[in-house]
């Protein structure tokens, strides 16, 4: 032999091995403990920073979901109410044609007046619903009442403009429209045309005011006039009704698309994050049989000694 | 031919020479535990015959010397290799201790309070009327800002440890290396060439406390005297039995609080100043020590400072060409800007004393949120639209900020050369893991290396018990047999008397 062996309990390595294993167990009780493979940014630097970008990626989506749920909710809003208008203006169609009937006296139309008179205040109420705090139908003026009733039809304080959210990565939806494209049929901010824009042929209250006025006064060719008007004003209604109506599929759609995105996102995630519990455990079970067995070996071994053979 | 007294000399050597031998298989028992020590031999020699006529006889035995039984290259070597080992362990200890704190746990890590901050400003497009949105705005603007300072502060804390420490160091250094420098004069002084083995021992324990604390290299000159320089081999620390003073002051070049007159180290040569070694200790705690300080932490205080930079001037830069709720321009307000630090913002939305030259240092300690915002929340400009406070288009575009890309400048060139805010955050995540990984690594490995150094060592220097045990026995039955010789030559001597006593 040509190196000299010195006392094993002496050796460095056997110390360092001993805490080695010691360490290692330290390691996988707490992953054990903590069910994560991930405790330290050292024990796998690319995975811990892959969790984190994905986990923005999550989030990203959660906010966005978030988001489209704002949007619906708003949407839902204009809808309800535009279904409201929808069924007054069918309403009044009833109460134009009854007013247009052969049969009917003077005094039976001013009898329909007072009914026309309470659906106009409740259109002008729809058109001022508010929604988390904004005026659904006032454009981007979302703090100002935007309907005000006059004798021959409402005024608009609102503007023309959309509002949209973002739903996804350079993905945004209108969540609104505004008053003047519903009530008035165009922006109100421009110079009307015959059919667009506060007093035309488009505009809701104005037609409702020409009814009572025609009712009221027993002229028939402005009872006429009025319920022709209103005839295609429902047809707006049920147009944007329709573009509302699809706004909210289209938004349903790409919720569920993003839920499932992050849904798979997080699957991998958790690939990257969350322990192998049979290997962490046998790993455990193995680190501790070595451990037994060198301190073992170790208190035998220590015991040895020429000196205990001499009297 | 020798006579009777002369035999008795003989005897006389042979019970000296074992006892002076057993004394030192004493000394090897005694010693079996202490750390460093170097297991000593006798060397035993025949003493110079005497002549008769033609006959050469023996005069018996001298201890001649004791050794101690050691390899100076491998002491040498397990001292240098104990300056990396300990450099290893401080830096791997230095950076795991502020690793936890970057770890993202999904609600309070640096990436989440990123988003939230974010997020805030899609929920504030999405209701720009609601005071309670806006009111949240600030509040993770505000959370943004507490994350980022604490992790900052963090990082400092880490740094002013890592700088007392340096102080410290210091002391202990200098008292080793007088304690070096005075056994080297006494092991130069031995009467014979390896004979004070307890001095190199002692020696070389006081060697090895010192490469852990600095990185050293070390020699033996012709007189057995440790020379000692640091491991870049630039300035002496020990040369023969003079020790030169390490000191450690303060360096006032960069103001507090950005640096809290960090101390430089120097040596003192006897020259005219002493030398700044600050740059020129690579291994040992101090090494790692000044390391972690100047340029591992740091770093990563450089990382927050540009992202923060990178969030308040592109926060400030969109927010400023924007509409406050009650329907006014923003730009030329004293609410123009989200953030403020602590000298007036310029034209690229960044305080005036962060400059890009520098990394932005000082953004994080400077940054808060702009105090006319916080007293009312409703000057946050969601719309780009006078007039309109339903307006969305500034909030939107101040929330798709976080999936820009070069809106942080890591190069410190002053344009934008990055990815996305949280793709910086991952980046200094993955860099501190990364760090953490090799320091733990290249610690393991210097523990191996050292402990093979160690354990080569022990087999050449450590006393074993079954040598000496062997060693004793056969002194003992040597002490004996003189003894015994000398009982021989005393009965001789007695029956000479008797035969002539009448």
Redesign the interface.
């Known amino acids: 032999m040509s ?5 094993p309990y ?4 056997v110390l ?1 091995d001993l805490q080695r294993t010691k360490d290692r167990m330290a390691n996988l009780s707490e992953q054990i403990a903590s069910g994560n493979r ?1 405790n ?7 995975a ?6 994905f ?2 990626s999550i ?2 989506n959660k ?1 966005y979901i ?2 489209a749920d ?2 619906a909710s708003f949407l839902q809003t204009t809808e309800t109410v535009l279904q409201s208008v929808n069924d007054s203006i069918i309403r009044l169609l009833e109460l134009g044609a009854r007013g247009l009937g052969t049969g009917i006296t003077a005094a039976g139309r001013q009898a329909i007046v007072p009914e026309i008179t309470g659906m106009k205040s409740n259109l002008i109420s729809l058109a001022n619903t508010q929604s ?3 005026y659904v139908f ?6 100002t009442v935007p309907f005000t009733s006059t004798a021959t039809g409402a005024t608009y304080a609102g ?1 023309h ?1 959309d ?4 739903v996804a ?1 350079s993905t ?1 939806v209108k969540t ?1 429209i505004p008053g003047d494209t519903v009530f008035f049929n165009g922006d109100a901010t421009a110079v009307p045309t015959a059919t667009t824009g506060p007093g035309s042929s488009g505009d809701l209250f104005t037609q409702v005011s020409n009814l009572i006025d025609g009712l009221n006064t027993n002229n028939t060719a402005t009872i006429q006039t009025a319920f022709d008007n209103l005839r295609t004003i429902l047809g707006n209604v049920n147009s944007l009704l329709a573009d509302v109506g699809g706004r909210q599929a289209s938004l349903q759609q790409l919720t569920e698309v993003t839920k499932n995105y992050n849904l798979s996102l997080q699957t991998i995630q958790t690939s990257y994050q969350s322990l192998d519990y049979p290997t962490a455990i046998m790993d455990y079970t193995n680190a501790q049989t070595s451990q037994q067995a060198s301190l073992s070996v170790l208190g035998k071994s220590s015991s040895l ?3 205990n053979y ?1 009297a | 031919m020798p006579g009777l007294t002369s035999s008795l000399n003989i005897g006389l050597s042979g019970l000296q020479a074992a006892q002076g031998a057993l004394n030192v298989v004493g000394h090897n028992i005694a010693n079996v535990s202490t750390p460093g020590y170097s297991r000593q031999r006798v060397e035993l020699s025949s003493n110079q015959p005497q002549t008769f006529g033609t006959l050469e006889y023996g005069t018996g035995v001298s201890l001649s010397n004791i050794l101690g039984v050691r390899d100076k290259f491998l002491e040498m070597q397990i001292t240098q290799s104990t300056s990396r080992q300990s450099g290893a362990n401080v830096r791997y200890a230095g950076v795991e201790g502020v690793s936890s704190v970057f770890q993202d746990d999904g609600t309070s890590g640096l990436s989440s309070l990123v988003q939230n901050y974010f997020r805030s400003f899609q929920q504030l497009a999405a209701r720009p009327e609601d005071g309670s949105v806006r009111t949240n705005v600030v509040g993770q603007a505000q959370s943004l800002i507490n994350g980022l300072k604490s992790r900052y502060q963090l990082l400092e804390d880490q740094r002013t440890q890592a700088d007392q420490n340096i102080t410290t160091t210091v002391t202990e250094i200098n008292t080793l290396t007088a304690q070096i420098a005075s056994l080297n004069d006494r092991i130069s002084s031995e009467p014979v060439p390896g004979a004070d083995s307890d001095g190199r021992d002692q020696r070389q324990a006081l060697a090895n406390q010192l490469a852990k604390l600095v990185g050293i290299q070390v020699f033996e000159d012709n007189r057995s005297r440790l020379q000692i320089t640091l491991d870049s081999g630039v300035a002496v620390l020990v040369s023969g039995g003079t020790a030169y003073t390490m000191s450690a002051a303060p360096d006032n070049s960069v103001p507090v609080p950005l640096d809290n007159n960090y101390k430089r180290v120097y040596v003192d040569m006897g020259g005219a100043a002493p030398v700044d070694v600050t740059t020129l200790i690579k291994e040992g705690s101090l090494g790692a020590n000044l390391e972690l300080r100047d340029t591992t932490l740091r770093g990563y205080e450089a990382t927050l400072d540009e992202l923060a930079a990178g969030i308040v001037g592109q926060t400030n830069l969109l927010h400023r060409t924007g509409y406050d709720l009650s329907g006014a321009a923003v730009a030329a307000t004293a609410w123009q800007d989200v953030f403020l630090g602590t000298a007036a913002n310029g034209a690229n939305g960044l305080p005036a004393t962060v400059s890009a030259a520098n990394n932005y240092r000082g953004m994080v300690y400077a940054m808060t949120v702009n105090a006319a915002i916080v007293a009312s929340p409703s000057r946050l400009a969601a719309a780009s639209a006078a007039n309109s406070p339903g307006n969305n288009v500034n909030a939107l575009a101040l929330a798709n900020l976080q999936n820009a890309v070069n809106t942080v400048d890591t190069n410190a060139d002053g344009a934008g050369d990055s990815g996305p805010f949280h793709t910086v955050i991952s980046s200094l995540v993955s860099t501190i893991g990364t760090d953490s990984q090799r320091y733990e690594t290249t610690s393991t490995t210097q523990d191996n290396l050292l402990s093979a150094l160690q354990t080569q060592r022990d087999r050449i220097s450590s006393v074993d018990l079954d040598e000496e045990a062997t060693a004793l026995l056969s002194y003992q039955r040597g002490y004996q047999a003189s003894a015994r010789f000398i009982s021989v030559i005393d009965q001789l001597t007695a029956q000479l008397i008797a035969q002539f006593a009448t």
């Open positions: 190196l000299r062996t010195v006392n002496m050796s460095y390595q360092l991930l330290r940014l050292g024990e796998d630097p690319t811990s920073a892959l969790v984190l970008n986990d923005h989030e990203q906010a978030e988001q704002s949007a988390q705090g904004k006032a454009g981007t003026r979302t703090t503007d403009n509002i949209s959210l973002d990565v945004t609104n000694n020429l000196f001499l």
